[in-house]
């Protein structure tokens, strides 16, 4: 089983939608989960950090923490075509393959 | 302006020869990393250093080795012996080290091209 898994994608949403993204993690113990943004060809850019349980906003996106089912999402709200990009998952050091989101206008 | 600079951008090289990628963070961070990307596999971890003159293996440290003689600086060579070394390679650094919740900030990346 790996580390961090993600849903597979591609994810495609109209503008002005909810994209949702998923992910789940084995290491039980872990206490710090973050969720970056990679545009293609580029480097990735941390946009949200996790640590408790529950829900943590910042503008349009939300991640969602449940430490009991390993689980940990991030949804973006009023997606624009400046969303489309591919979004890593990642538990301490560990990361998903990732899921690309498209944006559609 | 902080940050952490990566270069070159862009590196070709001949099969069987070593090649240093260099890897500099002005973010007064204690810790660096060297991660590894192919299409569709994500970001996994060749070797990470909490402080300097120390490092330890990530998960595909093989053919791969390291340097930390100053905090600024943690040079990635890429040897003969790794079997598939063509790469998106990613340097990144923390405010501390393995274990606790800082979150990663990342270089732009070179990318490795070994034919």
């Known amino acids: 089983q790996k580390e961090v898994e993600q849903n597979s994608g591609p994810l495609s949403v109209p503008e002005g939608a909810i994209a949702s993204l998923n992910c789940t993690y084995s290491?039980?113990?872990?206490?710090?989960f973050f969720w970056y943004r990679q545009y293609s060809g580029k480097s990735p850019e941390l946009i949200m950090s996790i640590y408790s349980n529950g829900d943590k906003e910042d503008g349009r996106f939300t991640a969602q923490l449940n430490k009991a089912s390993q689980y940990v999402s991030l949804l973006i709200r009023d997606s624009q075509p400046s969303d489309s990009a591919t979004y890593l998952c990642a538990v301490k050091l560990s990361f998903g393959a990732g899921t690309t989101v498209t944006v559609r206008a | 302006d902080g940050g952490i600079t990566q270069s070159p951008k862009y590196l070709f090289r001949k099969e069987g020869q070593n090649v240093t990628l260099s890897c500099e963070q002005n973010l007064n961070h204690d810790a660096m990393y060297w991660y590894r990307q192919d299409p569709g596999q994500g970001l996994r971890l060749i070797y990470y250093s909490q402080i300097v003159n120390d490092f330890q293996k990530g998960d595909i440290a093989e053919g791969y080795s390291v340097s930390r003689e100053k905090k600024e600086s943690f040079p990635l060579t890429v040897t003969s012996a790794q079997k598939n070394p063509t790469a998106f390679y990613l340097c990144?650094?923390?405010?501390?080290?393995?274990?606790?919740?800082?979150?990663?900030?990342f270089g732009n990346g070179t990318r490795l091209t070994v034919t």
């Open positions: 990144a650094s923390s405010i501390v080290g393995v274990g606790d919740n800082s979150p990663l900030h």
């Open positions: 290491d039980r113990v872990s206490q710090s």
